[in-house]
């Protein structure tokens, strides 16, 4: 059966970005001009998967605004005749059928994704974390979907990163590479660099068999005292095929103050209106700095 449903956690507390998240959650704020979550909901429709369920917590209002209609705002644009901008404001409620469920007590991400289980049922489905965009030229989910359509099971998204930084994430222990496809035989979130079973990092997108929800009913607290998604795929790995595409195309991370910069400046500067003005700038400023 193929997949038509999109599961996205945004319960985060966005901490990291504090003050700036105090009343907005870390998914609603800009990069260039459009929500980081408009990306990612974008990316989920242009595969296909137009039923997309955001896991919130608080903080939920302007997440359902911002993909709902916006009546006001269009009428004055519509009065006004500034139909790109109406455009701009009628695209964001028209890219998918957006659903909501709150996750309740903040216990990870593994618990986030259990939340789904009501709206998914017995399907597979996807999830895409918001702190990773993946550049709209580069179509990673569709890869992965092609690939859990061919082989069942489960699919995971990978990335080589220097090892000394496997620490930030999901370590997935491989074998059997077929071009970007392997066979994933273990996993472990965020370990230690010495503990490592390899240079590839979980990618925040994730195509997985409705078989993770009864393993993350008992899966429990790990790494940093949270329900981790990677443990109830270490489990998976036992029961079912669980597969990884190394994804080597463009990634921005979001996650992060200076890594969100960078993604503003990089998105930024490839956009025909934005790009040559700010790399020009660019280049005269640069050099004026100590
Ligand atoms: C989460 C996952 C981790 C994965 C990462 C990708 O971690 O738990 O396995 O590698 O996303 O972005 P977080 O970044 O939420 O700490």
């Known amino acids: 059966m193929a997949v038509t449903k999109a599961v996205i956690p ?43 369920l955001i896991v919130t917590g608080r903080n939920k209002k302007s997440l359902e605004d911002h993909f709902d209609r916006a009546v006001e705002l ?10 790109d901008k109406l455009a701009l404001v009628q695209q964001a409620s028209a890219i998918a059928t957006v659903h909501y469920v709150r996750q309740g007590d903040p216990k990870g991400l593994g618990h986030a994704v259990l939340a789904a289980a009501p709206h998914v049922g017995d399907q597979a489905f996807a999830v895409l974390l918001g702190d990773d965009l993946i550049d709209a030229r580069d179509p990673l989910l569709e890869t992965m979907l092609a690939l859990q359509e061919r082989e069942g099971g489960s699919v995971i998204a990978l990335m080589e990163v220097p090892k000394d930084s496997i620490s930030l994430y999901g370590c997935a222990a491989v074998e059997g590479a077929e071009g970007d496809v392997v066979r994933i035989t273990g996993l472990v979130e965020k370990p230690a660099v010495a503990d490592a079973p390899s240079n590839l990092a979980v990618l925040g997108r994730y195509v997985l068999s409705p078989t993770v929800f009864g393993l993350l009913r008992t899966t429990a607290p790990g790494h940093g005292g949270e329900i981790q998604i990677t443990d109830a795929l270490q489990g998976l790995i036992d029961v079912e095929p669980v597969h990884g595409v190394v994804f080597r195309g463009r990634r921005y991370d979001t996650g992060d103050r200076l890594d969100y910069l960078k993604a503003v ?11 040559p003005p700010l790399l020009s700038w660019l280049r005269e400023w640069l050099p004026e700095q100590p």
């Open 10 to 52: 945004a319960a985060g507390l966005g901490t990291r970005f504090l003050p700036a998240t105090k009343a907005t959650p870390k998914e609603m704020l800009p990069v260039v001009d459009k929500p980081a979550i408009q990306y990612v909901v974008e990316e989920a429709a242009r595969a296909g998967l137009d039923d997309v």
């Open 74 to 83: 269009e009428e004055t644009l519509a009065a006004k005749g500034d139909r």
């Open 265 to 275: 400046v990089q998105l930024a500067a490839d956009r025909e209106d934005l790009g």
